[in-house]
């Protein structure tokens, strides 16, 4: 039994979501997850744990957003994203040894981008598989 009401309210939020709304939801803590190292990054008292730990878990949801494609059905679009993933992660590994704000300044913003793209197809009702070639089905 979970104890934790909010913890509760997230697992059926997640539970009862469509497929769009879980990919908008993936990039929604993505973005947050990069705000939260950019923003410790800025800091005079860094706390270089929270910047590792934050990137790790972006790299997380990314790892997560390419096993969900279906390369089958996205075609070039699935690959198109698989490629912006995989330069995601790389972009990713060099910030969490770099420690610089600006090396998160550009993922973030296409995230954000992405998020956003998800969200207006979430938008119009888009169900079962998405045109992208997203499976979350899993």
Not at 41 to 51: E, N, V, Y
Not at 86 to 101: S, V
Request: charged share 25%.
């Amino acid at each position: 039994m979970n104890r934790n009401p909010l913890n509760a309210y997230h697992q059926t939020k997640v539970k009862t979501a469509s497929q769009g709304r879980l990919i908008v939801m993936l990039y929604e803590e993505a973005v947050k997850q990069l705000d939260i190292a950019s923003d410790e990054i800025k800091r005079p008292d860094k706390k270089l744990d929270k910047i590792h730990n934050s990137i790790v878990k972006t790299q997380d949801i990314i790892t997560e957003l390419m096993a969900s494609l279906d390369f089958e059905k996205g075609g070039d679009i699935a690959q198109n994203l698989y490629n912006l993933y995989m330069f995601f992660n790389q972009q990713l590994l060099q910030a969490n040894i770099d420690k610089t704000p600006e090396s998160l300044v550009e993922i973030r913003r296409m995230m954000s981008e992405l998020r956003d793209a998800w969200a207006s197809i979430e938008g119009q009702g888009v169900s079962g598989s998405s045109p992208m070639g997203v499976n979350i089905a899993g």
